[in-house]
């Protein structure tokens, strides 16, 4: 039950970090690199969350 909530802090810290890259690419005129930036970083933020929760949980 400890892991409950990482599906939803995977996905939810991947759609945080795309959303700003989406608005900062609005901002900027620069179409898909702020975008793909944000969910690379999204995606690292995340499973480093991931693996850090289930060190913790060992």
Do not use: C, H, Q
Not at 10 to 28: E, M, P, R
Not at 34 to 45: A, D, N, P, Q, S
């Amino acid at each position: 039950m400890a892991m409950a909530g990482a599906g939803f802090e995977f996905v939810s810290s991947i759609t945080l970090f795309v959303l700003g890259g989406y608005y900062l690419d609005g901002y900027l005129k620069s179409e898909p690199l702020w975008l793909l930036v944000g969910f690379f970083l999204g995606f690292i933020f995340a499973f480093y969350s991931l693996i850090k929760r289930a060190k913790e949980n060992e």
